[in-house]
């Protein structure tokens, strides 16, 4: 069964920095990695998708990689601002035609 | 629509009773799925639709959960004899397709039976 692990839980940091936000899964047969933003109380707002035979995506100053042999993929966030602070989470598709598994996130914030 | 609708976005129901939730995902989505989200936990798979039929319930924690979709759109989840352990956000997403599309998710029902 796959799991999904996030580490850190949480983060603070200055704004301005650059920062890493950890993934890791059991199942290194995976079909697709999917980064989301979730502020309190919202939605899941998709950020990156990144196929099983890709190694990384860009957006903006978001950069999200993917190592699938040894089940890791890394969310990195360029230049933090304050309205980076939410929770991102990490989801993992098995095969085509699944649906995603979830970490239960890390909860980012960016102070001023 | 120009995004994933989901009503009521807030429900408080008693112990026992009945309650429907609705998901209007993006039109053209084919695939159409229902997660459930505890606070500080990842949401959880409940179930997911590729049209009208359900590809994958082994989500669904019991059969007080029903979900349909009966046109290929939109879709109701159903909970009979709700318990209070069922509060929590209820989540609808879509993707062009079951094959590894982007999903988009909507602000999601926020259930909470007293």
């Known amino acids: 069964k796959q799991e999904v692990t996030q580490i850190p839980a949480a983060l603070s940091v200055p704004e301005g920095e650059n920062l890493v936000l950890n993934c890791s899964f059991t199942?290194?047969?995976?079909?697709?990695l999917q980064w989301f933003r979730q502020d309190p109380g919202k939605g899941l707002t998709s950020l990156l998708l990144?196929?099983?035979?890709?190694r990384e995506q860009t957006s903006g100053r978001l950069n999200a990689s993917l190592d699938k042999s040894s089940g890791r993929s890394t969310l990195y966030i360029a230049a933090s601002q304050p309205g980076d602070s939410a929770t991102y989470l990490c989801?993992?598709?098995?095969?085509?035609?699944?649906?995603?598994?979830f970490g239960k996130g890390t909860t980012l914030s960016v102070s001023s | 629509g120009a995004g994933v609708s989901q009503t009521p976005s807030n429900k408080v129901t008693e112990k026992g009773k009945y309650v429907e939730l609705r998901c209007d995902p993006i039109s053209g989505h084919t695939a159409l799925y229902w997660y459930r989200q505890s606070l500080g936990q990842g949401p959880e798979f409940l179930i997911y639709?590729?049209?009208?039929?359900?590809?994958?319930d082994s989500g669904l924690p019991n059969d007080r959960f029903f979900a349909v979709r009966p046109e290929g759109s939109v879709s109701t989840l159903k909970i009979q004899r709700t318990e209070r352990g069922d509060s929590a956000v209820y989540l609808c997403?879509?993707?062009?397709?079951?094959?590894?599309?982007?999903?988009?998710f909507g602000e999601g029902s926020r259930l909470t039976v007293l």
């Open positions: 989801a993992v598709g098995g095969q085509a035609g699944t649906a995603l598994i």
């Open positions: 997403a879509s993707s062009l397709s079951l094959a590894g599309g982007e999903l988009f």
């Open positions: 199942d290194s047969a995976i079909y697709n």
């Open positions: 639709f590729q049209g009208t039929g359900a590809a994958d």
């Open positions: 990144i196929q099983s035979s890709q």
